[in-house]
């Protein structure tokens, strides 16, 4: 992906984090965790959305893009077993997560895991389209479904690029890792012992079916700390009004929870 500088030298690093800003000395980090089916290119536009203060770092699920010679993780527990030492050594200044849709559980669960090993922890979690864990998703068996449903139910999330839906080559390169990330999010099941104590901020577009307004309120019952559910105009994906409240929200916020936590 032409145009992003990596952070760092470690081998993990370059390959799960991507920076699209160079020569950034931000004060925090957001980590964008993108959709199943998804690339890290997804946020590309970001450091054009965002302040100054805050470097948004889009991490690369393995199997696509740059990594497509990697096979897709299709578990949440071996994605965040191989995520969380990857990230540890760039939580050296204050961070948020910002996931959506696979991204959102995916920022929760490894949330939880570093939680578990007492590292320093997010100062917020920005979670849009997903429903909360609490609601059992289950929808289908990903891997025995037909080629053409999979492609119409890619269609009807409208989030896939026109050029990547009319050219089949393209398409078969992508479903695999399409069809490994849906059944990780439907076979993921995890109930902690406690919840976080950290603010959870949603985003639920309109007229999203996956993660609507309802679904994403439950996310509440995930922290002891604020909760704030925003619904956004669109689908899935926002419409690019619903976007920019998204990101200005997000920038607004975050800059306030570093100013509460003493950062500057």
Not at 19 to 25: D, I, L, V
Not at 215 to 241: K, N, Q, S, V, Y
């Amino acid at each position: 992906m032409g145009g992003e500088t990596r952070i760092g030298d470690a081998q993990d690093g370059d390959r799960w984090f991507k920076r699209f800003r160079r020569g950034s000395s931000s004060d925090v980090r957001l980590f964008c965790l993108h959709h199943a089916g998804g690339t890290a290119a997804l946020f590309r536009d970001w450091p054009r959305l965002l302040p100054p203060e805050i470097e948004p770092v889009a991490v690369q699920f393995p199997g696509r893009a740059d990594r497509f010679r990697e096979t897709p993780l299709r578990t949440m527990r071996d994605l965040v077993d191989a995520l969380l030492p990857a990230i540890l050594p760039w939580l050296d200044r204050p961070y948020a997560f910002f996931g959506l849709s696979m991204g959102a559980k995916s920022s929760w669960a490894l949330t939880h895991a570093l939680r578990e090993t007492d590292a320093p922890l997010p100062l917020a979690l920005y979670l849009a389209s997903a429903a909360a864990p609490a609601l059992v998703e289950g929808r289908t068996d990903w891997d025995n479904l037909a080629d053409t449903e999979l492609v119409a139910y890619l269609t009807s999330m409208e989030g896939t690029p026109p050029e990547v839906l009319e050219h089949p080559e393209l398409l078969q390169m992508l479903l695999p890792t399409l069809r490994a990330d849906l059944q990780l999010i439907d076979t993921f099941r995890f109930e902690p012992q406690k919840p976080l104590d950290l603010p959870i901020r949603a985003f639920a577009g309109l007229d999203d079916v996956e993660g609507p307004p309802t679904r994403m309120a439950e996310w509440r019952t995930e922290t002891t700390g604020p909760f704030t559910l925003d619904t956004i105009t669109g689908g899935h994906f926002f419409d690019p009004p619903g976007l920019a409240r998204v990101t200005r929200t997000v920038a607004e916020d975050l800059l306030r929870e570093a100013d509460r936590a003493g950062w500057e």
